[in-house]
Structures are given as structure tokens and as C-alpha cells.
């Protein structure tokens, strides 16, 4: 079996994880990501998305990263690429590509990114959904910090790790924060 066979097993496995656990976790599960917001980096820019179908909606803690003026950003695929857009609560979407919406604002470059996934591991590995649009932004944005939002039973053993793969340095769910690479620890609620 082929990487991209084994990781096309894992994601319809891990959609079905994830809707059991977005199931479980309750209408609560977003609300208590905002707990761990200062222990995540400084950014003058977060991108955050628009939660579809059971994702764990990441907009109660980018709300609390923005409080203080800084400014909000949500992706948008244009001719297959993703930029960022910079986006304020009220603000109308428009509809983008693969059941996504999309913000109309100027293209602004993020420096904290909370990241969408269908699974993940304690070392930063993340299975997206195929397309591989926040790995290519990420290897081509070095300094940004990328932090993967998921129901903990999102969590896997292992996963295949192809070149373009890019890891997260942190994970963040309603029960544990993951820091990975050099600065690896947990921290519970």
C-alpha cells in the first residue's frame, strides 16, 4: 500500500473518530480551548477557519487571541492555492471551494495559525483532508506557528510522514495543550 492509500484509509477512519468525538465532547468542547489562549504565542495576525460539518469550532479562542486589537485572518483558496484574508466578526463570506467559506478582505499573512485536522499525533503529525494547501503555506512561511485544533480522541499512535508534511508545534484540544519538537510537554485542564 502507497502513503497516499494508507492516508486516504486513515482519513475516512478519522472522520468517523472525529464525529463520535465532536458527539461526546458536547457544545462545551470549543469554549474550552480558550483556556490554554496565553499560553500560545504572541501574534499581531491569527488566521482561524469556519468550522464545517463536526471540526471543533476554533472562533471562541481566536476571539480571545484578538481581544486586546490584535487582528483575525480565515483562509481562502483561490485557483487552488490558500492565502490568507483578513476577516472581523459580522463580516459576510462568500462561498469558497470544497464547502468552504471565504472572507472578501485584503490578503494579510498570519503569524499564529489555528489549524483544522482529521487526526494527530503528540510529535505535531497532521492528517488534513488531501488537498495540502496548509502544508505548502507553512513550508512557505517558515515563522509561523502553527497550532492544530482537535477533540482529544482526534489523537493517533502514529502516521505516515511524506517530505511536504508539515509538522504543527502545538496541538490544542478541549482537554490537553501539546507543545512538539523542542519546546514537547503537555499541559492538562
Same mark, same amino acid.
Given at each position: 500500500m502507497s502513503v497516499s492509500e494508507e492516508k486516504a484509509a486513515l482519513r475516512a477512519e478519522a472522520m468517523t473518530r472525529r464525529a463520535a468525538a465532536?458527539? !461526546?465532547a458536547?457544545?462545551?468542547a470549543a469554549e474550552a480551548l480558550v483556556r490554554h489562549a496565553t499560553a500560545l504565542p504572541d501574534a499581531a495576525i491569527v488566521a482561524a477557519y469556519v468550522a464545517m460539518r463536526d471540526e471543533i469550532d476554533p472562533m471562541p479562542l481566536a476571539l480571545a487571541l484578538i481581544a486586546d486589537g490584535k487582528r483575525l !485572518?480565515?483562509?481562502a483558496v483561490v485557483d487552488k492555492v490558500m492565502h490568507f484574508r483578513a476577516y472581523a466578526p459580522g463580516d459576510g463570506l462568500i462561498k469558497g471551494p470544497f464547502g468552504t467559506s471565504h472572507p472578501t478582505g485584503p490578503e494579510v499573512t498570519p503569524d499564529l495559525l489555528l489549524v483544522p485536522l482529521l487526526a494527530f499525533t503528540r510529535e505535531g503529525g497532521r492528517l488534513g483532508y488531501g488537498a495540502g494547501h496548509y502544508d505548502r503555506w507553512l513550508a512557505a512561511h517558515p515563522a509561523a506557528y502553527a497550532v492544530g485544533v482537535a477533540y482529544a480522541a482526534q489523537e493517533i499512535p502514529g502516521l505516515p510522514i511524506e517530505g511536504h508534511d508539515q509538522r504543527l508545534k502545538a496541538i490544542?484540544?478541549?482537554?490537553d495543550l501539546f507543545m512538539t519538537g523542542e519546546d514537547a510537554c503537555v499541559s492538562s485542564f
Open positions: 465532536a458527539r !461526546a458536547g457544545p462545551g !485572518a480565515l483562509p490544542l484540544t478541549e482537554k
